[in-house]
């Protein structure tokens, strides 16, 4: 292993640290909280406004132990599977950009400083490679997303790629966790299968008109 790709891994292992450490700390106490009928009945405290709510909890997620499949099913539990999917698709847009923006623009010197001009241009090449890949793919893991969106916005990959990546990702995600929670499903299987082979299928499309 190169010195570039073991400062790199360093990096990675920091930002999967400061993810991973409030889901240890806070994680069972979340999960209480915001089950599916708890994380409905939060929203709908905020009236009208319960469609924002269940976005700003979608961006929570990205410092914060949130059950972000949970909200998307409480979300189509009570907008229906086409409105809670559209919510659920944007909050998932807004938190892949969100942490994206705030590590390119704020979060590039603590990287250099934690992997140093190497490793970063590692992580460049790598993204500049497969970064619409990562980005697309990590939308319905756990913890993945705001991981990969954390280190896209540090190796400075494109936004004209990174947008419609997040958007491959994080629209089939959306819609369907909110329809399993629109048809009071239990099991999630389905939605895993769904939003993993979507977002591929929607990438290698939006690979050909990048290329165009």
Same mark, same amino acid.
């Given at each position: ?8 891994? &360093? ?82 847009? &807004? ?7 705030? =590590? ?45 969106? =954390? ?16 958007? =491959? ?44």
């Amino acid at each position: 292993m190169t010195r570039g790709s073991r400062s790199l891994l &360093l990096l990675i292992l920091v930002i999967l640290t400061g993810i991973i450490v409030p889901f240890v700390i806070w994680g069972a106490q979340f999960d209480q909280t915001l089950s599916l009928e708890g994380a409905r009945k939060w929203m709908e405290g905020y009236g009208a406004w319960a469609w924002a709510a269940g976005i700003a909890l979608l961006v929570a997620d990205i410092v914060l132990p949130v059950p972000s499949t949970v909200v998307m099913s409480a979300l189509g539990w009570m907008y229906g599977w086409w409105v809670g999917g559209l919510v659920s698709a944007a909050g998932s847009m &807004l938190s892949g950009i969100i942490a994206y923006a705030a =590590c390119r623009w704020l979060g590039r010197g603590a990287a250099r400083w934690i992997a140093g001009a190497e490793g970063l241009s590692k992580g460049e090449e790598i993204f500049e490679r497969r970064g619409g890949w990562l980005v697309a793919l990590s939308r319905w893991m756990p913890v993945l997303p705001e991981a990969v969106a =954390c280190l896209a916005g540090l190796s400075n990959m494109r936004w004209r790629v990174f947008l419609p990546a997040l958007a =491959c990702g994080s629209v089939p995600t959306g819609f369907v966790f909110a329809a399993i929670g629109h048809l009071g499903q239990s099991e999630p299987a389905w939605a895993f299968a769904l939003s993993a082979i979507v977002p591929v299928l929607l990438w290698l499309g939006a690979v050909r008109v990048l290329k165009r």
